[in-house]
């Protein structure tokens, strides 16, 4: 059964606008949760994280905002640029370690 | 900077044939991890070495071996190959086991078992 799960497998956005993707999670152990950016071909790379103590992180163009109570956590990014299309991984870890379970991930396209 | 390189990039085996995935990091990284990936799928975990030494399953370990055969290698092996493991799989990397330790990925190792 997924622990985490990322719905909308495709979003697509206009270059400027903002793009917002969806995780939501049935473990209440998760204490970590991150995203992960993967362009075909290549491995997935680290783009933010946020721990269970906290609600929102931001990084520049991204932010992660975490809603305990719901079991959710959005990724924001604004504006989104061309460079941006990729899929997106939702992914969460428990127990202090760093053994990450994975969403299935949705695919960004930016249109210029 | 290489990273974590693995190898072979694609390979095709028959069923029942065995065969070993390499992983190499070159950041001094304490953890490594192998994860599969199917169609339409997330990343799931196979096995994980926290420190040199120690190797531990993970969500998907039935049918896979695991090596570290020391602080920068991390081998996968495939003992009889089944049509199920056909899958992209991933090596990576972290400092260290913790949680927000930074996980480095591979580019991927495309396998097709027919």
């Known amino acids: 059964d997924q622990q985490v799960k990322q719905n909308s497998p495709s979003l697509s956005v206009q270059e400027g606008r903002i793009s917002i993707l969806n995780c939501d999670y049935t473990?209440?152990?998760?204490?970590?949760f991150l995203w992960y950016k993967k362009y075909p071909a290549e491995g997935p790379t680290f783009l933010i994280s946020?721990?269970?103590?906290?609600d929102k992180n931001e990084d520049g163009r991204f932010t992660v905002f975490l809603n305990k109570s719901a079991k959710h956590l959005s990724l924001h990014i604004v504006p989104s640029q061309p460079g941006d299309s990729a899929v997106y991984f939702c992914?969460?870890?428990?127990?202090?370690?760093?053994?990450?379970?994975f969403g299935k991930g949705n695919q960004v396209v930016v249109i210029p | 900077n290489a990273g974590v390189t693995q190898t072979p990039k694609f390979q095709v085996l028959k069923t029942g044939q065995s065969m070993t995935l390499q992983c190499a990091q070159d950041?001094?990284?304490?953890?490594m991890y192998w994860y599969r990936q199917d169609p339409g799928m997330g990343l799931r975990l196979i096995y994980y070495?926290?420190?040199?030494?120690?190797?531990d399953k993970g969500e998907v370990p039935n049918g896979y071996n695991v090596s570290r055969l020391n602080k920068r290698e991390f081998s996968l092996r495939l003992e009889s190959a089944a049509p199920s493991q056909t899958s992209v799989y991933f090596c990576?990397?972290?400092?260290?086991?913790?949680?927000?330790?930074?996980?480095?990925f591979g580019e991927g190792s495309w396998l097709t078992v027919v």
């Open positions: 990576a990397s972290s400092e260290s086991p913790g949680a927000g330790n930074t996980i480095y």
């Open positions: 473990n209440s152990m998760f204490d970590y």
């Open positions: 946020i721990s269970s103590i906290k």
């Open positions: 992914a969460a870890s428990w127990g202090g370690n760093n053994r990450l379970a």
């Open positions: 950041m001094n990284h304490n953890s």
């Open positions: 070495s926290a420190s040199e030494g120690t190797t």
